[in-house]
């Protein structure tokens, strides 16, 4: 049973332009929701956090909105830059400290 | 201050064949993570410690993979006996706080090759 989903397994997006990485969920167990970052052949980085109290995160070109009644998370980055091309992983956590992941998005942005 | 490190960063080893492969997770930090990777695909939970305790291990696939973390330091996770199905990458990761975010730091990984 798969309680972390993101749909989108590839996306492209124009250098400068808006990138949406989505992630859905299955349960309410959660208190913290979050996005890590994967180049090839590096570990994930973590990128940017929510707690399941909050709606909306932002740190720099990069936010976070959660919205608990649809069990939905997304990811914003605004504007997209080459560097950002990676895989970007959904993760959330539970309050016993257990991080579950998605399955990812490879994100290619073009210069 | 050293980041996660894990060794080995390949193995290249037959079914059948036995592995450990080792996690030094970041100084102080109580809370130890193993996953896998296969195929590129989803990053697998497989278990938790909290100092030398195991937490949560519902994600170990069955009895062949057994993992320790000897006085709350270091960690091991051993294959034994290593099948095909077992190829992919571990990951090892940590974090400081109990009930924190839930940012963890990760290693580079161990890639696992059964042939």
């Known amino acids: 049973d798969q309680q972390v989903k993101q749909n989108s397994p590839s996306l492209s997006v124009q250098e400068g332009r808006i990138s949406i990485l989505n992630c859905d969920y299955t349960?309410?167990?959660?208190?913290?929701f979050l996005w890590y970052k994967k180049y090839p052949a590096e570990g994930p980085t973590f990128l940017i956090s929510?707690?399941?109290?909050?709606d909306k995160n932002e740190d720099g070109r990069f936010t976070v909105f959660l919205n608990k009644s649809a069990k939905h998370l997304s990811l914003h980055i605004v504007p997209s830059q080459p560097g950002d091309s990676a895989v970007y992983f959904c993760?959330?956590?539970?309050?016993?400290?257990?991080?579950?992941f998605g399955p990812g998005t490879s994100l290619s942005v073009i210069p | 201050e050293a980041g996660v490190t894990q060794f080995p960063s390949h193995s290249v080893i037959e079914k059948g064949q036995t592995v450990t492969l080792r996690c030094d997770p970041i100084?102080?930090?109580?809370?130890l993570y193993w996953y896998r990777r296969v195929m590129g695909k989803e990053i697998k939970f497989l278990l938790h410690?909290?100092?030398?305790?195991?937490?949560?291990e519902s994600g170990m696939p069955n009895n062949r993979f057994l993992a320790e973390r000897t006085g709350g330091t270091y960690s091991t996770l051993k294959v034994q006996p290593a099948e095909l199905e077992d190829s992919g990458v571990y990951f090892c990761?940590?974090?400081?706080?109990?009930?924190?975010?839930?940012?963890?730091?990760f290693g580079e990984g161990s890639r696992l090759t059964v042939l």
């Open positions: 993760a959330l956590k539970t309050s016993y400290d257990k991080v579950i």
């Open positions: 929510i707690s399941s109290i909050k």
């Open positions: 990761a940590s974090s400081r706080l109990l009930g924190g975010t839930g940012e963890l730091f």
């Open positions: 100084s102080g930090h109580d809370n």
């Open positions: 410690f909290v100092k030398e305790s195991k937490q949560d």
């Open positions: 349960n309410s167990m959660f208190d913290y």
